[in-house]
């Protein structure tokens, strides 16, 4: 960057730099998505903190199981904690 900014060139990269931040703030709780990564693996980002990333292969075995996955779910639902969304 040029050291010699004027204040109204550092204002315009503070407003901007702001609503950068805003956007990527609310774009953070929207929705799921998904990424294939360098070794060719499968990230599902929007669950938590960290992507939940597996091979292709296992996605498939993890969906195939989608109904034991819910009925477990369903079944011990007492014992689950909940988090909510922000």
Known sequence: MNA?????????LVAKL???LAEAKAA??????LKVSEKGAVSLYGMGRFPVTLYGSQWERLLNEADT????LVTNAALLSVKEAK
């Open 4 to 12: 010699q900014m004027s204040n109204a060139q550092l204002a315009a």
């Open 28 to 33: 953070k709780g929207r929705s799921l998505s």
């Open 69 to 72: 996955i819910k009925a477990f």
């Open 18 to 20: 702001q609503a950068d």
